[in-house]
């Protein structure tokens, strides 16, 4: 039962572009949601969060949208640098799970130059 | 660098048999989490631990084990191991547990049963 959807595996976008990079999840329980990016060999590293209460929440280049009533969010990168091309996870945790977050498969962005 | 430290990086073993990944986490962090990543799947939480006590449980299989000692490292110990266990396993730290606690990832064991 995955909770936590990335429906697309893989982005391709042009260097300077906008990526966009979506997840749906089923629980309406989860109040906290993160994306955290993933290099080849090295473990996933936390990028930027939101809080249910919230709808945005802006660091840099990346900014992260939570529509609550679709229960969707979304990462948005922009602009896009090939240093960005990574897997990226979408997670979701809850209080009633102790705030361990449950995580999407990833999706793979491909920023070209 | 994470900090969180994981080995071996690879594991080459045979069905049937029982091997034993470890994690340091970083330091100052009391709390332990392992993760798996089969192919085609996302991160499946395994099991918790914090400052040696088992936290919480998640599809973690009966064959699978796990504990953290006093020093605050942890082992994941997997037997009677079959072809479909092979992934990699991710251990992460942090140093609470809550809404904001960010988890710090080790670059993993990838365990290959053959």
């Known amino acids: 039962d995955q909770q936590v959807k990335q429906n697309s595996p893989s982005l391709s976008v042009q260097e300077g572009r906008i990526s966009i990079l979506n997840c749906d999840y089923t629980?309406?329980?989860?109040?906290?949601f993160l994306w955290y990016k993933k290099y080849p060999a090295e473990g996933p590293t936390f990028l930027i969060s939101?809080?249910?209460?919230?709808d945005k929440n802006e660091d840099g280049r990346f900014t992260v949208f939570l529509n609550k009533s679709a229960k969707h969010l979304s990462l948005h990168i922009v602009p896009s640098q090939p240093g960005d091309s990574a897997v990226y996870f979408c997670a979701a945790s809850s209080l009633r799970r102790s705030y361990i977050p449950t995580f999407g498969r990833g999706t793979s962005l491909i920023v070209h130059p | 660098d994470s900090g969180v430290t994981q080995t071996p990086k690879h594991l080459i073993t045979a069905t049937g048999q029982r091997v034993t990944l470890r994690c340091s986490p970083r330091s100052g962090d009391l709390s332990v989490y392992w993760y798996q990543q089969s192919l085609d799947q996302g991160l499946q939480f395994l099991i918790q631990?914090?400052?040696?006590?088992?936290?919480a449980k998640g599809n973690i299989l009966e064959r699978f084990s796990a504990q953290q000692f006093p020093d605050l490292h942890s082992e994941l110990n997997l037997s009677s191991l079959e072809l479909g266990d092979s992934a990699l396993y991710f251990c992460a730290s942090s140093v609470e547990q809550g809404a904001n606690e960010k988890l710090f990832f080790g670059s993993g064991t990838q365990l290959s049963v053959l």
């Open positions: 631990y914090y400052n040696g006590e088992e936290r």
């Open positions: 939101i809080s249910s209460i919230k």
């Open positions: 629980n309406s329980m989860f109040d906290y």
